[in-house]
């Protein structure tokens, strides 16, 4: 990778399109999943490796359990293996694994996984991996507002506390905005990913599928955050 791109802090990835990649190729939709579990442990190792300080991946939306059970079986099956064994290289790469997302209704094999992948990671500091898992942003939005209530009902804070920082920090995880996000597989939207955090992020609508979205893929994603001109609402470069 060209030393001079600058890298963005914060990019999130809507890892869309595993059951169109295995369906293409004669397999089943779970198909898809094991081999995007390939792709994301060398992008986990890419991204750490460029300098991109916070991950956010959509691994599971709250609206995936309208799925058939045996693929939300297979998948859930597959976060526990993958938080169980598959990611313990994290821990040498020095990477933090957190999550976003509700935990009810998950499994409790798939919370006690996470919960481990969490404290194992917890003291390190190169790339913070923010898993969203059983997330939305519908979602987060309710729980942040319940939130906030609660401490205004018990006197903890006032009305002129609310601000965006104080916002961000009473998000699921209090991480910067997302500067780039990347959803594979060539569709157009959000899906109910981070709205709040992307308010000034870059997109990019690669068509692969995400079991295709390897190290190089990610560098050319990186060629095009380059391209961008971000303004914030100012007149820009
Ligand atoms: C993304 O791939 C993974 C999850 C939503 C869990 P899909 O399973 O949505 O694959 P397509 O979009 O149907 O091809
Ligand atoms: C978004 O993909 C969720 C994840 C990638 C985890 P979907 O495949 O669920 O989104 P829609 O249904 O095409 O909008
Ligand atoms: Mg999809």
């Known amino acids: 990778m060209d030393k001079d791109l600058i890298v963005p802090k914060h990019v999130g990835i809507i890892m869309d399109g595993n059951g169109r ?21 060398e992008l986990c190792i890419h ?18 359990f309208k799925r058939e059970k045996s693929e939300v079986d297979y998948l859930m099956n597959l976060f526990i293996s993958s938080f169980k064994k598959e990611f313990k290289f994290l821990i040498e790469k020095d990477v933090k694994v957190l999550f ?4 009810d209704p998950l499994p409790e094999k798939v919370l006690e996984a996470m919960d481990e992948i969490v404290y194992d990671t917890k003291d390190n500091k190169s790339l913070t ?10 979602a987060e939005i309710c729980d942040m507002t319940k939130k906030i209530c609660e401490m205004y009902k018990n006197n903890e804070i006032s009305l002129d506390d609310i601000d965006d920082n104080f916002i961000q920090k009473n998000m699921y995880q209090d991480l910067p905005p997302l500067d780039f ?12 990913f981070m709205m709040y955090q ?17 190290s190089s893929e990610f560098d050319k994603a990186l060629i095009e955050f380059n391209k961008r001109n971000r303004r914030f609402g100012g007149v820009g470069k």
């Open 198 to 214: 992307a308010s000034y992020a870059e997109f990019y609508f690669p068509k692969v599928y995400f079991p295709d979205f390897n």
């Open 21 to 41: 990649w295995a369906q293409e190729r004669g397999m089943i939709r779970t198909m898809g999943h094991k081999n995007a579990l390939k792709t994301l442990k």
């Open 100 to 103: 976003s997302g509700r935990r």
């Open 129 to 138: 991996l923010n898993i969203c898992l059983n997330y939305g942003s519908h």
């Open 181 to 192: 996000v990347i959803r594979t597989s060539g569709e157009l939207r959000l899906s109910n």
């Open 47 to 64: 991204m750490a490796d460029v300098g991109v300080k916070y991950a956010s991946l959509y691994a599971f939306s709250t609206e995936n």
